[in-house]
């Protein structure tokens, strides 16, 4: 599942990703230190379950397996530091899986970097020690550099749209069902590309077509088991702003959140949409901008039509509507539903300025 807009320059540095590191677990090599970073916790999840199968003996997890997770708490502490030198009773090694612990951050001092290099460098051979960090700041080179010297730095990304519309495929193929790719296209966007939350969908899609005795799932079985598609509803919201249609934007609106989807990813997703719809004005190829933007056709389409229906100064001011609420939000001057309304009143009202 490696991603194909993966920095080059970065993995000549030492940095790995998702693919690499499956393929060195394959073939039975394993490091001592794993630092693994990045937005798609479901990649995470998938190396330390592989190391944890390779490495640990069943039955011996209470002894040979164990993991820490307290946010701000120091990676130095006796308690992991003793973990880490203790050797395996019944496995390979002993697993150690330490998330979220800040070391990139601000917090992390300089006399904690020495004592965390002093017992990284010092590990012995019988531990597999796992950092698990939602981000880093890569500005900190030292504390890179210590990982890639001692192990394995590993960057797990969101995959591209093309990529999960064939592990969608693959998974249900495995259960002898099929799916349309319109039913693809709307499952991947309704979870916004998130690994996990797909994975989900597809299990209860196995479990409703084995129940139903049907192998093929259609837009139909998706409309019926999945979320609601926040990001074509935003399409739609956008079409009838484009349309000087405020009323059919607002209807859109109460209708998603009469499902309970919650108002801020809703915001959200309506800036974001307005960033892409810039990024396609400036790009304007449907091709281009399936590359550049890394997004499915029917989206690049989509984004290409919509953009054609606006200015590009149009487009920014709507962005910065999108900002200025923000802050109205953030600094409690309004509610997060009427800033909602309002949002898309004035970027309707923008959209009607030649």
Known sequence: MATKNRNKDEKAKGVIDFSDVSAEIKAGVYRKVYLIYGDEAYLSDRIVAALRKNLISPGSEAVDYYAFEVKKSSVLSEDIRAQAYTPPFLSARRMVVVRNQGIFTSDFS???FAKLDEWLRGLPDSVCIVFLEEKIDKRKKAQLQLFIDTGAVVEVVKQQDAMLCRWVAGLL????????IDAINSLISRNDSDMRALQNDIEKIILYCQGSGIDKADSEVIEKLCAPDIRGSVFQMTDAIGLRKVDDALRILDHLVALKEPVPRIRFMLSRHIRQLICAKDIKSAEEIIQQMKVLPFVARNLTRQASGFSRDQLV??????????LQI?????DEKTALEVLLISVSQVASVS
Do not use: V
């Open 173 to 180: 193929k495995r259960d002898g069902i099929s799916i349309t």
């Open 330 to 334: 953030k600094t409690g001057q309004i």
């Open 110 to 112: 300089k006399e904690d």
């Open 317 to 326: 001011n709507a962005l910065d509507l999108c900002f200025q609420t923000d």
